[in-house]
């Protein structure tokens, strides 16, 4: 009935989050309000290192994709379920740190790390480098060797696979900004040069082929492509790989159309194809890293709101107009994407009308979506859209000096707070 299977309805027709009330939590912390559940969310990494320990002996480390949704309080929760992170900038870095996160668990990403950047990598001993440009890196080799520091890395490659996504976040193909390409034969002068780095530890590689691909094709290809890149430079350079970090992207539920594997079936099948590679060739097993970032928190996330205006256009469409909108998840205007919605104090009802809910910005894209199936809308309302606990906080923005709202966790039926609602004041704050 519902996306997520953390979502019911109570005695009261209202939907719960990890058995807690959303018409509750709409009341005490207003709306728009993101909540998430946080049992689900260890669930979720409990399944993606589960069938690394199933399918590749444990060799392997998880590293959540901090980009999907970073605040303190998740890095606290990936630490104590020994997780590792992706970061991409100093901000996401300086929260884990904050948060008390072991950095040396953390792979640094990004096309264009600032040398800022690159120096607070430097300073807090980030695990693992991932080296987007031959520019970055002659400057990592430069900064390490300043420090008489030998500095770990991997190489972002792109393994030249399509995978079937959104062409915005698709990544793996040969146009793309991010890393160096295979077929040019690019990718094999980045590692000749790295390892001819005097203060650059060369580690492995990584590569990330996009994001929300629903089948396992196009991470066994690129899986493929990378032990015969890596068997290439043991031949040719006599280099030993020892980490393969394969990224993130695996397909969650939106809507009801969606139909995603189950999460161990990607690792089961991307450990196969190397597993069965080592098996034939001379090459030795690499440590795995994984990077899924939407598959750990979006499915744990909903969204509340509450409805206003109500407006019937005769044979066109009925807006019902809500509290947030593209400030608060831009991914309808950016990606078009579809969610499901209900109303969370309706719960139990059919869902009999079909209708595009708005948000409250002046833009007229600025949508939640269009065509949503949903129960009969009323003023005041609570709409709930789900599976919002990725790419939505995290691609928040204050257009229009909107407030960006508050973040609660649920766990064993308790709910607190993780962050907080901004105020108009946090809205003035850096204005002379
Ligand atoms: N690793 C790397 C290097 C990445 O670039 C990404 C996502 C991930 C891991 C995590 O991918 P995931 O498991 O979350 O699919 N804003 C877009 C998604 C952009 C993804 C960017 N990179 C959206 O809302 O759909």
Redesign the pocket.
Known sequence: MFVSDNLCVNANGNLTIGGVDTVDLAKKYGTPLYVMDEDMIRRECSVFQNSIDKYYDGHGLV?Y?S??FSCKEIYRIMQSENMGI?V?SAGELYTAVQAGFDVSKA?F?GNNKTLEELKMALDYHVGRI?VDNIYEMETLNRLAGERNEIISVLL?IKPGVDAHT?N??R?GQIDSK?GFALETGEAFEAVKKALSCPNMELKGL?C?I????LDTQGFTAAAEVMMEFIEMLKIKLGYETLDLNL?????IRYTQEDDPLPYDAYMKAIAEVINGFCETHDVRRPFILI??????V?PAGITLYTVGGIKEIPNIRTYVSVDGGMCDNP?YI??Q?AYDALIANKADQPKTEKVTIAGKCCESGDLIGENMPIQHCEVGDIIAVCATG???YS?ASNYNRLQKPAVVFVKDGKDRIVVKRETLDDIVRYDI
Not at 210 to 213: F, H, L, N
Not at 291 to 296: F, L, Q, T, V
């Open positions: 590293c994709a980009k999907a992706d991409v792979c990403h991932v972002r959104h915005f976040i990544t991010f990584h990330h996009g994001s929300q691909i990224g993130g992207g695996y397909g990077e899924p970032g939407r598959s750990i979006a991914r950016l990606y994407s990725a790419y939505n691609m």
